[in-house]
C-alpha cells in the first residue's frame, strides 16, 4: 500500500465520557487545563510517489465506499453488523474538543464518516470512524498527533440506534483505541465491552484491530485506484 501505518493506543484503559456520536457536538477550545492545543507542522514523505497529485484530485471516499454493507466477514472466519453509520462534512462534531482544534487549524478536514459494529454475541461496540483530509499532510498531522496522545485526540464513539437493541456503554467506561493512515485518510477504531467491562482485553483488542485493518484496506484501495480484494 502506498501509505499505510499503524499506531496502537493505550490497549485498556478508562477514559473520558465519548459516548456521543457524530450527531452532539463537543464545543471546540483549548486543552486541558486551559492550556492551546499545539500547532503540528507535517512535511510530505519524502519517498511520495510522483501519481500522488493525481491521486488526491480524486473526491474523498463515500459512506457506502468506506462501509459497503450492513454484514461484515472476515478472513479468519469472525462476523461483526454494522448497526449505524452516520456522515457529516463538519468533522469537529466528531471529536475531541482538542482534535477538533487542531483540524480547524488548516480547515483540513473534508468529511467523516463513522460506523459502528458489534460481534455475533453482541456483546462488544466498536466504532471505525474516517477521517479524511484534503492533502497527505493534514492526514499526517492528525495521525502523529492522535498516535502520540491517543486520549486526548480522539474520535467519540456511536452510541447504539433504539432500534439495534444494544445497550448504552456507560460513561467513563474502558476502550481500546487503534489508528491507521492511508493515502489521505485517518482511519480509527474504538471498541469496547456494551456492559463497560473490563475484562476480555485480549478479544477486545483482536476485533478492534481486525475491524479497523478491514476499513482500512478498503479506504486505501480506494484512494489508490485500486480495486478492492
Known sequence: MLVVALAAGTALYAGADDGAGPAAAPPTGAGPGGAAVPSVEAALPSGAP??????LARPVIRPEQAFPGQHVRLEDGSRYARVDLATTPDCARGMSPQLAELIEQSDACLRLTAALFTDVDRRSQVTVTVLSFRRVEDASRVFAMASMDPVTYQVVSLDPPPEAGLPTVPPGSAGVFRRLMTVRSVVFANGQWGDGAETREAQ?????????RHVSDGVAAYEQGEPRA
Request: hydrophobic fraction near 40%; aromatic fraction near 0%; charged fraction near 20%.
Open 50 to 55: 510522483s501519481a500522488l497529485p493525481s491521486l
Open 204 to 212: 477486545l483488542t483482536r476485533q478492534t484491530e481486525d475491524l479497523l
